[in-house]
């Protein structure tokens, strides 16, 4: 589907859904031409009418700087990633989607295979706002601020997760099922920062290089700096949440080591105290022709209560050193 934004007579801004089978002319003064689940012959429609060289999918995923910014004489392409948030079985995962900018005579054209709320934002901004779009880097500036502003919504609901986690690793009480599932927790948190910091390192590319292109206006760079300058405050907190993450991993750790060791030392109390009563047992249990215990009245109640005193007294002794 394309949708299309155009300047009017009267500086207002239209939308227009634009079908290619009707076989109509595209409109004049275009400022935005937005592919959303855009079909072969749409993207093959817009090449041959603007003379572009619109990338395939292998192009768009490649992770080389040339196959993410390039320009040329009248074009400027850009290939970033944007962050989708979707919940599966209960969990928050985020996933990188490729979106496409092209620029060709002031025009915008975005190639998409996701709906996002950024772009749905910004069609309201345009609609409500025209005058502060002027051309297509207008509009790019204005879909990285709100998208800069996204991704900090995500650091700060991770940002909640792990305090609430610290909260949690650092309650008494808790079950081994408990720490198993808080393993999983900052496995997950780590890999939400992990998508994030690629993201913002792959938008903050993008940036960088538009402000280096003489085919930006001074208003947009001055823009777009601003905008670097808060995803560069977002890159340096995503770097401390994930130490912060690291420094909770390594907490539940030392507290899974405390009591594993605690489980090893109550067995290895017990193996010591059951040692004294078996040793009884075993010398009462050989076969000897002479054993003159063995034909008194009282031998076994008397050797029952030596067993349970040599059991006793390595308990209490175990408890004075504090090792129980």
């Known amino acids: 589907m394309l949708t299309i934004y ?30 959303l689940h855009p079909t072969l012959s749409e993207i093959n429609y817009i090449a041959k009418y603007y003379n572009l060289d619109i990338p395939d999918l292998e192009e768009r995923e490649e992770i080389e700087l040339s196959a993410r910014y390039w320009e040329d004489s ?3 392409t850009i290939n970033t990633h944007f962050l989708v948030r979707t919940e599966r079985n209960g969990s928050v995962e985020l996933d990188n989607e490729t979106i496409t900018f092209m620029t060709a005579k002031q025009t915008l054209f975005t190639l998409r295979y996701n709906d996002f709320t950024t772009f749905t934002e910004l069609q309201a901004r345009i609609l409500a706002s025209p005058k502060n779009f002027e051309d297509g880097f207008d509009i790019i500036d204005k879909i990285f601020e709100v998208r800069v502003e996204k991704d900090a919504d995500i650091l700060e609901w991770i940002d909640r997760q792990a305090r609430k986690l610290r909260i949690e690793v650092l309650e008494e009480n808790k079950r081994e099922f408990v720490y198993d599932k808080m393993l999983r927790s900052i496995s ?20 960088t290089c538009l402000l280096k292109s003489d ?13 670097l300058k808060d995803l560069n405050s977002l890159v340096e907190f995503n770097v401390s949440q994930l ?7 390594t907490i539940l750790a030392g507290q899974l080591n405390i009591e594993q060791n605690k489980t090893i030392k109550l067995f290895t109390v017990a193996t010591m105290a059951m040692m004294p009563p078996t040793l009884i047992g075993t010398v009462y249990g050989m076969n ?37």
């Open 6 to 35: 155009k300047k009017a007579d009267n500086g207002l801004v239209q939308k227009i859904v634009f079908d290619i089978e009707d076989n109509e002319e595209l409109p004049k003064k275009i400022l935005w031409v937005d592919l």
């Open 243 to 249: 130490n912060i993450l690291d420094n909770i991993q």
């Open 288 to 324: 000897f022709e002479f054993m003159p215990e063995l034909q008194w009245e009282y031998s076994y109640p008397v050797v029952l209560v030596a067993m349970v005193i040599s059991i006793i007294i390595p308990v209490i002794f175990f408890k004075k050193k504090g090792w129980l």
């Open 188 to 207: 997950s948190l780590q890999e939400l920062n992990t998508r994030v910091r690629d993201s913002l390192f792959d938008k903050r590319r993008a940036m």
């Open 74 to 76: 009248t074009t400027v």
């Open 215 to 227: 085919k930006v206006d001074k208003q947009t760079k001055q823009n777009i700096t601003i905008v």
